[in-house]
C-alpha cells in the first residue's frame, strides 16, 4: 500500500482551508532535466527540491509541487504547460 503525501503547506502564512495544490504529472515525453529546469524556473523550487518532486512525478505519476491561493497557482499551472508539461490546479 502507498502512502499518500499530505498536501504542502501553503505559503505565505494562508489559511490552509482554502488552500490549493498544483499538480504535475508524468509522461513518457519530457526529460527529468526538463522538468527541473522547470520547477526550478517557475515554481523558484531549489535544485534538490526540484530533483526530488520530479521523482515522486516519475514513481506516483504526479505530484503537488506548491500550495497556495488558487489564482496564482493558475497562473504558475500556465507556465508549466507552456513548456509542454501537464500541470493542474486542484
Do not use: W
Not at 488552500?19 to 504529472?25: G, K, T
Not at 524556473?41 to 505519476?61: P, S, Y
Request: hydrophobic letters at 30%.
Amino acid at each position: 500500500m502507498v502512502k499518500e503525501r499530505a498536501r504542502p503547506e501553503p505559503e505565505n502564512g494562508q489559511d490552509s482551508s482554502n488552500a490549493s495544490s498544483l499538480v504535475v504529472y508524468n509522461d513518457d515525453v519530457n526529460t527529468f532535466d526538463h522538468v527541473i529546469e522547470t520547477l526550478i524556473d517557475v515554481c523558484k523550487h531549489d535544485q534538490l527540491q526540484a530533483e526530488q518532486c520530479t521523482m515522486i512525478i516519475h514513481h506516483r505519476g504526479k505530484c503537488a509541487v506548491k500550495s497556495g491561493c488558487k489564482e496564482s497557482l493558475e497562473v504558475l499551472s500556465e507556465k508549466i504547460r507552456e513548456r509542454d508539461i501537464t500541470a493542474k490546479v486542484e
